[in-house]
């Protein structure tokens, strides 16, 4: 039996109706945020928009998140995992994090609460399986929002529309850093060439082939169209429902680039031996 849903007429919030939810309309992830929404509220600084516990999440989240990508590029065998595992980091800091603060600051834009939650399970899966078949399973965790639950019913055009525009703030940031990691790793190409032998440009190569390969992986990852109407689904999903051009722009893009880079058209790997 379909759940009823209370559907508050836009102008005249005493009138009340009820009626089955239809199959294909959309529930927003439910969490323990509370609603609360004041598009007048002003934060004090920028540690205000912060809980302790979203800091945690944010913390253990790059932390893993770092050690599977790390894991996949060079095994645990010598200091040069270390290496690796310091360039990942650097590059989560900007990929990852600022992927979820995009996703964070825009809902506040439109008086949502919004905090990062972890997700325990996809983070030691995402361990794992890179231990075990090579793969990052890229689903850490997710920025959530408690919505007005009258929203997706009184406004349903533009509840899609802004749900739409916060999960694409995240790939877009990943897919702007993805081209700022490749300007950078091009730029140290032309000053200093193809020598790594000097520790500083070995390293800068790293961070900058990595961040380019991760941050345009990431960016592809999340628009990939997964997810229900009851699971809170990738960054994709919510895109599609709203606009399907930009999802096939923003999808587009960062695959291609992807596959260059794993084809090697785009050698930005192979500069650092991988």
């Keep these: 039996m379909q759940k009823e849903v209370k559907v508050i007429k836009r102008g005249n919030p005493s009138v009340k109706i009820y009626r089955k939810r239809k199959p294909w309309e959309f529930i927003p992830f439910k969490s323990n945020l509370g609603y609360n929404q004041n598009t007048k509220k002003r934060f004090k600084n920028f540690i205000s928009r912060f809980s302790l516990r979203e800091v945690e999440d944010i913390i253990l989240a790059w932390l893993a998140l770092s050690f599977a990508f790390a894991i996949v590029i060079y095994p645990v065998e010598n200091y040069t995992f270390f290496i690796y595992f ?101 730029l140290i190409y032309v000053v200093v060439g193809a020598n790594t032998a000097s520790l500083l440009t070995a390293f800068g190569y790293i961070v900058t082939a990595l961040g380019t390969f991760i941050s345009f992986y990431l960016a592809a990852f999340n628009m990939l169209p997964l997810g229900s109407a009851s699971f809170i689904g990738l960054d994709g999903y919510k895109v599609w429902r709203w606009n399907k051009v930009y999802w096939a722009i923003f999808f587009i893009l960062p695959v291609i680039m992807t596959v260059l880079i794993y084809l090697g058209y785009i050698p930005v790997l192979s500069v650092i031996g991988l």
Excluded: N
């Design 86 to 186: 310091l360039a990942s980091f650097i590059v989560l800091g900007a990929a990852f994090i600022m992927h979820e603060l995009m996703h964070k600051f825009v809902a506040q834009s439109y008086g949502y609460e919004a905090q990062f939650r972890m997700f325990p399970f996809f983070l030691i899966l995402a361990v794992v399986m890179a231990l075990l078949i090579g793969f990052v399973f890229a689903l850490p965790g997710a920025t959530i929002f408690e919505p007005d639950p009258r929203e997706p019913y009184t406004d349903p055009k533009g509840f899609t529309e802004r749900y739409g525009k916060i999960s694409l703030a995240g790939p877009l940031i990943d897919l702007v850093f993805g081209f700022v990691f490749l300007a950078l790793f091009l």
